[in-house]
């Protein structure tokens, strides 16, 4: 079960390089060491089962989460490449897709996004980010937040699979997300309907989830 994840949210502008590769570098070069490591011998035995804990924003990517969002869309292709070769072997490759996920990890995270420094983006974005994004995250992780024992009973669940699925969504909430863009290959479909619900609707958005 590969399990090692940091988080990063905030305008682009203000976080350095230097924090997105070593973000990569835990979240996808991380899993990549490891399969490394497991893969050659479950080949020769022609059994094995990897776990990978992503996320649903490796399916979609969320707002002021570039770098995360692009570092689970880097595991999905990773796994999605690497599954038809592994079972030639009989190896399982399963995908666990959270949604928000109630823990310290994303406690810590938020709070040094409200401390953190903004001067280097502009007025606009520093202001969409803390008060319209940091007070929405908040109610999604209010009303649709798992504990980590429930992702934990779902992963139990795909490992104890007499046929493990390629892909697990641990959330049924974020099942229509996932549907829309699939509905519209452009992604305008999804695209206008995340910018409405942030710019226009967002009152409709945190009501809704309250």
């Known amino acids: 079960v590969s399990n090692a994840g940091v988080g990063m949210a905030g305008p682009l502008e203000c976080q350095s390089l ?3 590769q070593s973000l990569m570098d835990t979240n996808f070069f991380g899993l990549v060491r490891l399969v490394k490591e497991v893969l050659p011998d479950m080949k020769r035995r022609r059994a094995g089962h990897i776990v990978v804990i992503s996320s649903i924003m490796g399916l979609q ?6 770098i995360y969002s692009a570092s689970k869309f880097a595991v999905e292709g990773f796994c999605e490449s690497l599954v038809v070769q592994a079972l030639r072997f009989n190896v399982a490759i399963s995908l666990v897709e959270p949604g928000p996920v109630m823990t310290e990890f994303e406690t810590k995270l938020y709070e040094e996004a409200e ?4 001067s280097r983006t502009d007025p606009e974005t520093a202001e969409i980010f803390t008060k319209l994004y940091l007070r929405n995250s908040r109610d999604v992780f209010t009303s649709l937040g798992q504990t980590p024992e429930d992702i934990a009973e779902h992963t139990l669940r795909v490992i104890e699979a007499a046929r493990p699925p390629f892909r697990h969504q641990t959330n049924v909430a974020y099942t229509p997300m996932a549907a829309l863009k699939h509905a519209d290959p452009s992604g305008a479909l999804i695209t206008d309907a995340f910018y409405k619900l942030v710019f226009k609707y967002d009152a409709v958005l945190r009501f809704g989830l309250r």
């Open 18 to 20: 230097a924090a997105m």
């Open 115 to 118: 401390r953190a420094d903004y």
């Open 61 to 66: 990517g969320i707002v002021f989460n570039d």
